[in-house]
Each structure stands twice: as structure tokens, then as C-alpha cells.
């Protein structure tokens, strides 16, 4: 009778110990796809800024091809100013 209730005791251990090892099995899983989800989610937002990177130096290497137009147009009319103002002191004196 002492072999068959310590048989059943044993037995009941193992029951228990393998529920405990499934349980926490499952919460690690659950665990583990949490943490993959916010990764993945990370991810996606970096490889989106990448995108808006990339237009942003698109615009401003246009930027830069316009203000190198406007510094040569300001340099041409500096040109006829001075022309302008040269003339000018011819006339008066």
C-alpha cells in the first residue's frame, strides 16, 4: 500500500512538473512574439525614415542647385551696378 500511494505521489509530480514546464513554455512563447512584434514594428518605422532621408537629400541638392543660380544671378547684377555706377561717375564729373 506504501509503494502504490508513494507510486501516486510520484506520479502526480510529474503530471505537475510537466504542466508547469508547458506553462512556462507558453508564456515564453507569448513572451518572444511580443518582442518580435515590437522589432518588426521598429524596423518598418527606420526602413520608412530611410524613404524620407532620401527625399530630403533629393531636396536639398535641389536647394543647392538653386542658391548656386541665385549667388550667380546677385553676381551678374553686382556686375551692372558697378558698370552702372562707373558711368554714373563719368557723367557728374
Do not use: P
Not at 27 to 42: H, L, Q, V
Not at 56 to 74: I, N, P
Request: glycine residues 12%.
Amino acid at each position: 500500500m506504501t509503494v502504490e500511494v508513494s507510486m501516486l505521489i510520484a506520479i502526480a509530480g510529474c503530471f505537475i512538473g510537466l504542466a508547469g514546464w508547458l506553462s512556462g513554455r507558453d508564456k515564453k512563447i507569448a513572451g518572444d512574439a511580443e518582442w518580435r512584434g515590437e522589432i518588426n514594428g521598429k524596423l518598418n518605422m527606420i526602413l520608412g525614415m530611410s524613404g524620407d532621408i532620401k527625399s530630403l537629400g533629393d531636396e536639398q541638392r535641389k536647394h543647392g542647385e538653386r542658391l548656386t543660380a541665385v549667388e550667380e544671378s546677385a553676381k551678374q547684377a553686382h556686375k551692372r551696378l558697378d558698370r552702372l555706377h562707373k558711368a554714373e561717375e563719368y557723367k557728374i564729373t
